[in-house]
């Protein structure tokens, strides 16, 4: 039996935990005090570490954590963060803790991003790191807005019921600035109100799903004519824009909220 469990790490990073009987995964830790107290409390020792790109915030902890150098670091191939040891490319298969995982490059937020996904006996689930997040993506920090667009449109394609386990809380800023670019989509205003109510209580609002994403997620959306239109009227555009336009005017709507 698979569990999935968040850590919250700096103010707003999910570090994942993923146990199983064959041993402990963490997916991103990006501060190892966390880690080292949920490990204390269980007494419980990491298997394998995953890495889904360099940032910091989702790497620092590599080094405490892995103290005796003996454990897998798995993480893209080409990436400037120094403690990966089992480098993965596209199309990679691993299996960490008994999970299968196939590795899909998916470049923009950097240039080494990779994502985990795994069909896992039909409950599939998705480690994005800071690419899909819920209701949003990630800063195109050091590849192009093509490179983000594809790297999403990849992830779109996956199965709809696919669980999306991203790097951050960032939902209800995601969600506020979606109404701004889809405010007359219904699913999107009631998933709103939704996070609304589980951060009062100081509840996470990830793991989402992709079937949610797909219908609420305006970066997932370019195809969408009440969108588009939105974006063509901001943008006082005489002609409809192509897919992957409406993608970038978005992503540059939101980076100057
Ligand atoms: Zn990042």
Redesign the pocket.
């Known amino acids: 039996m698979l569990k999935i469990e968040a850590l919250n790490a700096y103010s707003d990073n999910y570090i994942w935990l993923l146990t199983t009987n064959e041993g402990l995964v963490v997916v991103d830790p990006g501060d190892s005090q966390p880690v080292e107290d949920y490990l204390g409390k269980y007494n419980l020792e990491i298997s394998d570490i995953l890495i889904t790109?360099h940032?910091f915030?989702?790497t620092g902890g590599v080094e405490k954590l892995d103290v005796n150098s003996s454990l897998n670091v798995y993480g893209p191939a080409d990436s400037i963060f120094t403690g990966i040891n089992k480098e993965l490319k596209e199309g990679d298969e691993i299996n960490v803790i008994g999970i299968n995982f196939s590795i899909i490059e998916i470049p923009g937020?950097?240039l080494d991003h990779i994502a985990y996904y795994s069909e896992n006996n039909g409950q599939p689930i998705l480690f994005c790191?800071?690419t899909l997040f819920a209701g949003g993506c990630?800063r195109v920090?050091e590849g192009t807005y093509d490179q983000m667009y594809e790297s999403l449109n990849k992830l779109k394609n996956l199965p709809v019921n696919t669980t999306v386990y991203c790097?951050h809380e960032y939902t209800l800023s995601n969600l506020k600035f979606a109404l701004e670019v889809d405010g007359k989509n219904m699913d999107l205003k009631d998933r709103y109100n939704h996070c609304v109510n589980l951060r009062k209580d100081n509840l996470a609002t990830v793991p989402s799903s992709l079937s949610i994403e797909l219908e609420t997620n305006p970066f997932l959306r370019s195809h969408d004519k009440s969108i588009q239109n939105n974006i063509m009227q901001k943008l006082n555009l005489k002609r409809l824009p192509n897919d992957k336009e409406i993608f970038k005017a978005i992503r540059e709507w939101k980076d100057n909220a």
């Open positions: 790109h940032h915030d989702h937020h950097t790191g800071d990630g920090f790097g």
